[in-house]
């Protein structure tokens, strides 16, 4: 979402006339989206942000924003701690942002639209509505919002006409997709749209959640060719004591159920899925029974964490964190182990397989792109292959990525 987000914003301000640097000492604008996620993110921001310091005193016309999940309606705390920031805007509230970039560039507006990667992030729905016990995002980004499906579906064309060739709908609750809009079109009804503009190869959406993906939903995907077999849908937990403290709203066995559904209707699905370990009270049975869930499922891949408590959160408010950080990191450390086992297994099965990956581009003399199902693909670098859907033999494979060459057959 922040990379979707902080794409929007650099386009806004490259209609502007500024040009992106990659060296903040010759920056005149620097700007930090924040996540504020885990402890571990909100660190690395503070860590930046003193950084700095030095550089605005070296430069007072230097503008340095702060936006993103740390900041939120009361600014004064920030604005105490870190006097050197120009301006603090809440998520996607650039507004005042964008007046001072007009005001203070030198050539005006640009009228060349800048070239997107051929593998590009758009936002269909903003916030969330949910609420789950350790989450501070709903009240950092807000209620749900949903942008209106021709707005998205213009969007992507012009994306599209500027080299895009795969769009990632992005949403925090994606599922949720178009129930404040006035024609009530779900995300179901936003893909059949999108797999109709010409040019568009691949679509993909995250993040779903468990309670709210329809069976119309699941139909879609199975049914439109452009729409990739790659589900994320984040599972959090392998109990039921531990979902319900999360407050995610499903069951353990609803979940498996609904796994069990997609896999009918989409056999070649990948699915992967997000874990917390060392939420609080979690005892080491309930940590087994997440093992044992990631275990029966096999999914492709996983995203774990160890619970790190939010202020302001319902978790942070009515619970204790108690299980101690070497219990949480070993926990961490069993899932990642056992992922990679599982991981290597699934990969290991497409080795002398032909598949077709969208080529997104270039690193280290080889070519890089995605199947359907989102495995990462390395190939020799030969002809032109950038955003060209090729046919890959793999050859070798990992937990990570697989490799292999051009098909010429
Ligand atoms: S669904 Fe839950 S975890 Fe996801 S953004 Fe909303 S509150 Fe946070």
Redesign the pocket.
Known sequence: MNKADSKGLGESLGKLGYEQTEVAEEADVIVLNSCVVRQSAEERVINKLNSLKSLKRKRPHLLIVLTGCMVDGNQDGLKARFPHVDLFLRPQAWAPLLGSAKAGVPGGQSSIPPAPAISTLVNIIQG?D???SY?I??YRRGREQSRPMDEVVCEVQSLVQRGAREVTLLG??VNSYGHDLPTKADLADLLQELNQVDGLARIRFLTN?PKDLSPKLIRAIARWDKVCEHISLPVQAGSDEMLNAMRRGYTVELYRALVDRIRSQIPEVALSTDIIVGFPAETEGQFQQTLELLGDIQFDTIHVAAYSERPGTIAARLLKDDVPLHEKRRRLKEVEKLQRSIAAEINSRLLGHNVEVLVEGEKKGKWYGRTMTGKLVFFPNGADCLGRLVPIQIERTSPWSLQGSLDNQ
Request: with cysteine; net charge neutral.
């Open positions: 969330c949910n609420f789950c989450c995002v709903p925090q609750n959640h």
